[in-house]
């Protein structure tokens, strides 16, 4: 039997008057935390509000931190907001933004949010001491790229650099509540940005439509999703600001998101994961650098192949046409990686829950082969 459940999330898609709406508005019903940072603020013009409702003590304004989601910014975030006891969490921001958001709703709710130390936070992450939480902060998502599907998953992913390791906090009560998609927010990404994110998309939905959690709806919103990325990527890497392309990239984000939502990723985010957090690789590349390589290894053995086939070959093949959007980046040795440091990647790469989510089994040899013809 085959069964399939969707995400609770609402998913509104809106136009961008609609933030600085939302802002003086629903921002405004609840006290919220507001994760954004200062840039998008500014870019998007709605500084000047959240800096008024701010001083009126309705809205905690947490300037993002820079790069992926870390284990030392949950409590920072906690510290900083000091007496401040949001009702809701509002996260305007790529993945990482939404990402620390979701796990802020359980570290901001007792009993988690006694928790002095990272090293108790780590300890609660790493042994899942979380997942006893009967209530977390509602969170609104409102994703300024097309890609991470963070907006859409139960899942938060919290690097920890200090130990080198990724984790991925994961329970159904951190769903948001709101997904709220404004297609011209992505107008402002650039285009290394838009390639990267968008890739990733990509692989989420390849991934789960040959998922061993697949079933023919996720493939059908998968294939939809790819078709869509396969047809826009390239002309909205040359025209950044055109509405309708950027509108059809959100649409082919939120179906891949709400596709591996249920599945979850495979073996080239399974190998990615050592590639990002040793080598600075950006995830979107370290993603889709193995995707041709993984299925040509997968044909033959998940479902309706051919559907999948067919859309590649009008461009002339998978590998084709990622290297017509993004040759150099696809390369191991662009992000200054060499042969020497392709065992260690290897070891790093079989992630529980994604690598044995593939639909054939693979091991470190099999993952040493493939990044070697990636150099
Ligand atoms: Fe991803």
């Known amino acids: 039997m085959t069964s399939i459940k969707?995400?609770?999330?609402?998913?509104?898609?809106?136009?961008?008057?609609?933030?600085?709406?939302f802002?003086?508005?629903?921002?405004?019903?609840k006290k919220s935390l507001l994760i954004?940072?200062?840039h998008l603020l500014e870019s998007f013009c709605i500084k000047e509000d959240v800096m008024r409702i701010e001083k009126l003590g309705e809205i905690y304004w947490l300037n993002r931190p820079l790069g992926y989601t870390d284990i030392k910014h949950i409590k920072k975030a906690i510290n900083e907001m000091g007496n401040f006891i949001p009702e809701q969490i509002i996260a305007i921001g790529g993945g990482s933004a939404i990402d620390l958001a979701k796990v802020l709703s359980i570290f901001l709710t007792y009993p988690f949010k006694n928790l002095v130390?990272?090293?108790?936070?780590?300890?609660?992450?790493?042994?899942?001491?979380?997942?006893?939480?009967?209530?977390?902060?509602?969170?609104?998502?409102?994703?300024?790229t097309a890609g991470t599907g963070a907006e859409l998953t139960k899942w938060s992913t919290v690097w920890d650099e200090e130990e080198k390791k990724?984790?991925?906090v994961e329970m159904e009560l951190i769903y948001p509540k709101k997904a709220i998609i404004i297609p011209e927010l992505m107008c402002q990404l650039s285009k290394r940005l838009t390639l990267s994110t968008t890739l990733d998309a990509f692989a989420h939905a390849l991934e789960a439509y040959w998922s061993r959690a697949t079933h023919p709806i996720i493939r059908n919103m998968a294939l939809k999703s790819m078709e869509i990325i396969m047809m826009y990527l390239e002309m909205t890497l040359i025209d950044l600001e055109n509405i309708e392309y950027r509108r059809k990239l959100c649409t082919a984000s939120v179906l891949a998101g709400l596709a591996f939502s249920q599945t979850r990723t495979t073996a080239s985010h399974s190998i990615s994961y050592p590639l990002?957090?040793?080598?600075?690789?950006?995830?979107?590349?370290a993603v889709a650098m193995t995707l041709s390589s993984i299925y040509e290894l997968n044909r033959g053995s998940f479902e309706e192949e051919e559907e999948?086939?067919?859309l590649?070959?009008?461009?002339?093949?998978?590998?084709?046409?990622?290297?017509?959007?993004?040759?150099?980046?696809?390369?191991?040795s662009y992000w200054g990686i060499s042969r020497e440091m392709i065992n260690d990647i290897a070891k790093e790469s079989i992630a529980k829950g994604r690598m044995d989510n593939n639909p054939i089994n693979l091991g470190v040899d099999d993952v040493n082969k493939l990044l070697i013809a990636l150099l």
């Open 36 to 38: 954004c940072s200062l």
């Open 23 to 29: 802002i003086n508005k629903e921002a405004r019903q």
């Open 6 to 21: 969707l995400p609770p999330t609402e998913i509104i898609y809106e136009e961008i008057g609609y933030l600085k709406e």
């Open 276 to 285: 990002t957090l040793n080598h600075g690789v950006e995830h979107g590349f």
């Open 166 to 168: 990724k984790y991925s």
């Open 117 to 144: 130390e990272n090293e108790e936070i780590r300890q609660c992450i790493k042994t899942k001491a979380y997942s006893t939480q009967k209530a977390t902060l509602p969170v609104i998502a409102i994703p300024t």
């Open 312 to 332: 590649f070959t009008q461009y002339g093949g998978l590998k084709s046409w990622l290297n017509s959007v993004a040759k150099k980046e696809l390369k191991l």
């Open 308 to 310: 999948l086939e067919r």
